[in-house]
């Protein structure tokens, strides 16, 4: 496994957001890869326990997000797109840190096979590409309705740059009442 260095929207580092490039062994047959192993895992990002698997199909110009959990149920994600193409946002919602409201947008497809680490105090969501995507992801810790929170994924002040691609996105109700990052930031739930 190799990682890719990513830069945020205002070109910083996020060294905790992490791309990985998994070994990809290819023949006539088909191909294979370690799509999880935890001792690769362990060096490249340090001990982490997951403790379910979450799997999505979505159709093209679906667009899910921004999510994240309050701790301490606040969820690590390890997220990667088995079919079609996907585009992968994470923002950084640490209020301390010098990327604070900033974000890191990757494609994950089914021919790359990257896997793309999103630890804990940041918010996630993303787009579909593809006429249809699925998406699998390992988190750290379980789905908490209570603790469950949405950012509006079009908020002028994080001003994701969505490859919308003159379509209008397909969102849920939920995510439609997401609030903005101002709103996040009053009612003080944004990590610190």
Same mark, same amino acid.
């Given at each position: 496994?190799?990682?890719?260095?990513?830069?945020?929207?205002?070109?910083?580092?996020?060294?905790?957001?992490?791309?990985?490039?998994?070994?990809?062994?290819?023949?006539?047959?088909?191909?294979?890869?370690?799509?999880?192993?935890?001792?690769?895992?362990?060096?490249?990002?340090?001990?982490?326990?997951?403790?379910?698997?979450?799997?999505?199909?979505?159709?093209?110009?679906?667009?899910?997000?921004?999510?994240?959990?309050?701790?301490?149920?606040?969820?690590?994600?390890?997220?990667?797109?088995?079919?079609?193409?996907? &585009?992968? $946002?994470?923002?950084?919602?640490? #209020?301390? +840190?010098?990327?604070?409201?900033? @974000?890191?947008?990757?494609? %994950? /497809?089914?021919?790359?096979?990257?896997?793309?680490?999103?630890?804990?105090?940041?918010?996630?969501?993303?787009?579909?590409?593809?006429?249809?995507?699925?998406?699998? &992801?390992? $988190?750290?810790?379980?789905?908490? #309705?209570? +603790?469950?929170?949405?950012?509006? @994924?079009?908020?002028?002040? %994080? /001003?994701?740059?969505?490859?919308?691609?003159?379509?209008?996105?397909?969102?849920?109700?939920?995510?439609?009442?997401?609030?903005?990052?101002?709103?996040?930031?009053?009612?003080?739930?944004?990590?610190?």
């Amino acid at each position: 496994m190799q990682t890719i260095n990513l830069k945020t929207n205002k070109g910083n580092s996020i060294n905790e957001v992490i791309l990985i490039k998994p070994d990809i062994f290819s023949d006539k047959r088909g191909f294979f890869y370690e799509s999880w192993n935890s001792n690769s895992f362990k060096k490249i990002i340090g001990k982490t326990n997951f403790c379910q698997d979450n799997h999505s199909n979505s159709i093209k110009g679906v667009l899910r997000g921004i999510h994240y959990q309050l701790n301490p149920t606040a969820q690590g994600k390890l997220v990667r797109c088995t079919k079609g193409e996907i &585009y992968d $946002v994470a923002v950084d919602l640490r #209020k301390r +840190s010098n990327t604070y409201k900033e @974000w890191i947008g990757v494609k %994950l /497809n089914e021919l790359n096979k990257y896997l793309f680490w999103i630890p804990e105090g940041f918010g996630h969501g993303f787009l579909t590409l593809s006429d249809i995507a699925e998406v699998q &992801y390992k $988190v750290t810790k379980p789905w908490d #309705k209570l +603790s469950e929170k949405s950012l509006l @994924w079009n908020d002028s002040d %994080l /001003n994701i740059d969505w490859p919308l691609n003159k379509i209008s996105p397909i969102i849920s109700k939920k995510d439609a009442l997401g609030i903005t990052i101002k709103e996040a930031e009053n009612m003080d739930f944004v990590f610190q």
